[in-house]
Nanobody, 127 residues
Framework: QVQLVESGGGLVQAGGSLRLSCAAS????????MAWFRQAPGKEREFVAA????????EYSDSVKGRFSISRDNAKNTIDLQMNSLKPEDTAVYYC????????????????????WGQGTQVTVSS
């Protein structure tokens, strides 16, 4: 079983940038589709971005498309989420997620595709 640890969260002003990282241990990430989700207080956990096993395909929620970018480095066993032009509504706990899949080219937005989660990292965007 893979273990995931997120880092890089913090407090930033609206319009600023943050880069989140997710480090994996226990198993190689190359066998997992990966994604970022987020959960704001009082709201359901929602999909943010996903990336296929080979990194060739990505998917984004409409709310972050054009501002966020997901990437992965299978050799380093990490995935990143570059967040630009941050807005107060991006404030949430951000979670890294891994889902084992045979497909090397599919990126999944469905939460039920992922069965391993990190502990989360807080992102707060002030107005």
């Amino acid at each position: 079983q893979v273990q995931l640890v997120e880092s890089g969260g913090g407090l930033v002003q609206a319009g600023g940038s943050l880069r989140l990282s997710c480090a994996a241990s226990g198993r190689t990430l190359s066998t997992y589709a990966m994604a970022w989700f987020r959960q704001a207080p009082g709201k359901e956990r929602e999909f943010v971005a996903a990336i296929s096993r080979n990194g060739a395909n990505t998917e984004y929620s409409d709310s972050v498309k054009g501002r966020f970018s997901i990437s992965r480095d299978n050799a380093k066993n990490t995935i990143d989420l570059q967040m630009n032009s941050l807005k107060p509504e991006d404030t949430a706990v951000y979670y890294c997620a891994a889902g084992a899949t045979a497909s090397i080219t599919s990126a999944y937005s469905g939460r039920n595709r992922y069965n391993t989660w990190g502990q989360g990292t807080q992102v707060t965007v002030s107005s």
